[in-house]
């Protein structure tokens, strides 16, 4: 059993001893007499170590190919259909209810489709947000397929810049999570009184990291443990 000091690499040493050591114990004494169940067990114990290997191989990349599904950027569009930035046309129709079900990473982009010339996406600071003051916004853009890229963890605050529209509900909260979360549930989007941005699980990518060795490194381990 694998100790709290015991890191991956000390389990798989351990067990590439415990693997190895028939074997020089073999050749140790019975050097001077071989025999054919001598070579019948050596032979049947290479075996082992190359199914071994094998599922071990197998594991390594899964772990990889984890690890590349962690960290590739996406593209996403607003709301989830082409038509969504417009007036909600109810509570639940909001972008919020959206945003609350998706997952967003630093190097991911945002992608809205609308009519260019009769709307138009701000990206504002939260009092802005709140107050939908679309007169000094950090950003806008009018070109009718906006793409912005979340360039940073923490909150981004999106209004239309359509006379009225954000009054009715034409916004969108926008929480990106720090490089050190991973894929995670986020908490409901705050109503514009409160102004606070949906929290993120704290669950590290290091910690999903150590799992996926740890896994790795188990089904390793349980492949050696048939050898024993």
């Not at 040493?13 to 050097?31: E, G």
């Not at 984890?66 to 607003?78: D, I, N, P, R, T």
């Not at 605050?157 to 916004?171: D, P």
């Not at 929290?199 to 089904?219: E, H, I, N």
């Amino acid at each position: 059993m694998m100790t709290k000091t015991e890191g991956p690499l000390a389990v798989l040493s351990s067990y590439s001893q415990r693997l190895l050591s028939p074997f020089f114990i073999a050749i140790n004494t019975n050097s001077k007499h071989p025999t054919i169940a001598n070579n019948h067990f050596l032979l049947s114990r290479l075996a082992k170590v190359k199914s071994s290997m094998a599922a071990f191989s197998a594991s390594s990349l899964f772990l990889l190919f984890l690890l590349f599904g962690f960290s590739a950027a996406k593209e996403l569009l607003v709301g989830g259909k082409i038509d969504a930035w417009k007036i909600p046309s109810s509570e639940s129709d909001s972008l919020n209810q959206w945003a609350e079900k998706s997952r967003f990473r630093v190097g991911d982009h945002l992608v809205w489709k609308y009519e260019s010339g009769k709307d138009s996406v701000l990206e504002v600071t939260r009092e802005g947000y709140a107050n939908c003051n679309t007169s000094n916004p950090i950003k806008e853009y009018s070109d009718g397929n906006t793409k912005v890229k979340l360039e940073r963890p923490g909150a981004f605050y999106f209004i239309s810049g359509a006379k009225g529209h954000c009054e009715k509900g034409q916004k969108v909260i926008v929480v990106v999570m720090s490089p050190r979360h991973t894929f995670t549930a986020v908490s409901p989007a705050p109503s514009p009184a409160e102004m606070e941005g949906p929290a993120v699980a704290p669950t590290s990518s290091a910690t999903m990291l150590k799992l996926g060795l740890f896994s790795a490194v188990g089904v390793l381990a349980m492949s050696l443990g048939f050898l024993m």
